[in-house]
């Protein structure tokens, strides 16, 4: 009993001592707290203030300069670059063999200028045994009408057949709807002859680089004319290289028609060939 009273007293004794001790513990323990700086902690932050920080320098909204600068309006819808370009094109270069012989015919075309404005170089001939039947050259400025036409005028020249002549040259040229490619050019002559040449031709693409190009080809004239459809089936080896295997037929009529039946040849004449496009 006595040893129970005396442990109750003790530990009385320790409680009554926490209770003078604990209070002035936790008033050191607030005061010493209330000393620190919370400005160093980040206690006084709220989160969204702490995660945002304004910039330096504030970036000035867009207005109407800025957006002139970035999108300037063109004169021109197809107008881009001043720089001067050139491009020179051998869309045919072909041999046969057939009756009454073996021939070669070229058609090639170049150009020099800007997008707008450009210098015409055209050239077309045909060989046959060995002499040349035809030839001509063009020289012709062009000048953009839209995004897909240009307007030519110039002069041409025909070496054969038969005397030369020259001729002045109006044309137009450039891509129809449905990506038909159209040469049309009227010719006059000083003596007063008036002659046409009309070509448009379709590249139909079978695969990426094996191409199917069907043509059609019309030279009339004062009393004379040929007519010559073609169906050409090239591959391209290289975009700059693409050679080809072919079928052409050819007739005449009117006053060349007539010659051909003095001199004995026929007015049609139906042909395979083989050939090559190139371009540089």
């Known amino acids: 009993m006595i040893a129970r009273n005396r442990s109750f007293a003790a530990a009385t004794a320790c409680a009554l001592g926490l209770g003078l001790l604990l209070p002035g513990h936790v008033a050191a323990q607030q005061h010493d707290h209330s000393q620190m700086d919370h400005s160093q902690m980040g206690h006084g932050a ?7 920080a304004a910039p330096v320098t504030p970036v000035p909204p ?8 970035a999108f300037p309006s063109l004169a021109r819808p197809m107008q881009h670059a001043s720089a001067v370009n050139g491009l020179v094109v051998v869309d ?16 090639a075309q ?6 707008l404005d450009r210098v015409w170089l055209r050239t077309e001939g045909e060989r046959e045994d060995g002499h040349t039947e035809a030839a001509s050259g063009e020289l012709l400025y062009g000048r953009s ?4 036409w240009d307007v030519v005028a110039g002069v041409r020249h025909d070496f054969e057949p038969g005397d030369s002549r020259t001729w002045a040259a109006v ?17 006059f002559a000083e003596s007063g002859n008036v002659a046409a040449r009309f070509e448009v031709e379709y590249e139909l693409l079978l695969t990426n680089r094996l191409i199917l190009q069907p043509l059609i080809e019309l030279n009339v004239g004062t009393g004379l004319g040929t007519a010559e459809a073609g169906l050409r089936l090239r591959y391209e080896v290289r975009r700059r290289f693409a050679p080809y295997l072919g079928i052409v037929h050819e007739r005449a009529f009117g006053d060349a028609a007539d010659v051909r039946r003095l001199e004995g040849d026929s007015l049609h004449d139906t042909r395979a060939v083989a050939g090559v496009r190139l371009w540089f």
């Open 46 to 52: 709220t989160p969204s203030a702490a995660g945002e």
């Open 62 to 69: 867009l207005d109407a300069a800025d957006r002139a600068a």
């Open 92 to 107: 045919r270069l072909e041999a046969w063999n057939a009756d009454p012989g073996t021939g070669l015919e070229w058609e």
């Open 110 to 115: 170049g150009w020099l200028g800007t997008d």
């Open 145 to 148: 009408v839209s995004a897909w």
């Open 171 to 187: 044309g137009i040229q450039g891509l129809a709807p449905y990506k038909f490619e159209v040469q049309a050019t009227a010719l």
